[in-house]
């Protein structure tokens, strides 16, 4: 099949926003690989079960909590915070 013009251009716009975005993904999921490999983190392989979330153990710093990726990452509703 030929794309066309609108395809080709769609394309080319989904390649240009993943390669925006990958860099600063990459840095967020090494940092949280740190922290469950450091015992930082904490994953108890338990689920909510009123909201089906995962469960974990927070044992980071003040400092690290507050990091981007506990905000991209923690926040989400996928995810129950314990300190």
Known sequence: KIK???????????IE?????YPSAKELVI????WI???DLKLTGERESELNRWQYID???EEDKKSR???????N???IFYS
């Open 37 to 39: 490999l450091k015992g």
């Open 17 to 21: 926003l993943v390669n925006s975005v």
């Open 69 to 75: 990726a506990c905000e991209t990452w923690f926040c």
């Open 59 to 61: 044992n980071r710093t």
């Open 77 to 79: 509703p996928d995810f």
């Open 4 to 14: 066309t013009g609108l395809e080709l251009n769609e394309e080319k716009q989904k």
């Open 31 to 34: 940092e949280l690989k740190n």
